[in-house]
């Protein structure tokens, strides 16, 4: 059976399970693109590349570093400590947290929104089960006998049809969630244990001066 034909026996409530694969795959995709093209970044490595122009005091070339990969959480916070260097210790920290305050929003964004289409494709798919067991056992109850048979079966196809592709919608979703949802904690906990880094040295530099 090609999918033409298994999606057309599934009757009417295959579309909106079908809409909800669309709509999970496309904030899957954008998820993906945003926090692993465009958020992540090597954190030890950054940092590293940071503390060594930080304790050799050229903090413009840490700042253009940051600029450089401006798209990632990361810099971006640092880049808010490393312009209030020359300020005070509160000054540094605050312009730290204020900017982790902004990317962490970015960071987890719609990454629940997966989930919740996953488990809405899947009980549209049971909901779809109930209406094609109700078709089946009414062409039991009503149909002629000559026609009783190929009402069952249209019935059971739709209800099980429904269930397949709401299953085969949901599985595949939730599966990116987990991965996405991983690496959205990756770059959340970078940011923190680097941030808190770059706070305590750019504080250390503070004292010393």
Request: with cysteine; proline share 1%.
């Amino acid at each position: 059976m090609d999918f033409a034909q298994f999606y057309q026996e599934g009757g009417v409530w295959m579309h909106p399970i079908a809409v909800c694969a669309v709509l999970g795959a496309g904030v899957m995709i954008e998820r993906f693109i945003f926090l692993f093209f465009r958020f992540n970044i090597n954190g030890a490595q950054f940092f590293n590349q940071i503390q060594k122009l930080v304790m050799a005091n050229n903090i413009d070339r840490a700042i253009k570093l940051c600029n450089a990969a401006d798209k990632a959480a990361l810099a971006r916070v640092m880049k808010a400590g490393l312009t209030r260097a020359n300020k005070s210790e509160a000054d540094i920290a605050a312009a730290i947290e204020e900017a982790m305050l902004e990317v962490s929003p970015a960071i987890t964004k719609r990454i629940s929104m997966i989930a919740a289409v996953a488990n809405i494709a899947t009980l549209l798919g049971l909901l779809g089960t109930i209406f094609g067991m109700i078709d089946a056992f009414t062409a039991v109850a009503v149909a002629a006998a000559d026609q009783r048979s190929q009402a069952l079966a249209k019935g059971i196809s739709i209800a099980i049809n429904t269930t397949g592709f709401g299953l085969m919608v949901a599985i595949p979703l939730l599966s990116a969630q987990v991965f996405i949802q991983g690496l959205a904690k990756k770059i959340a906990d970078e940011v923190d244990l680097y941030a808190v880094k770059l706070e305590n040295l750019l504080a250390a530099r503070v004292r010393q001066g």
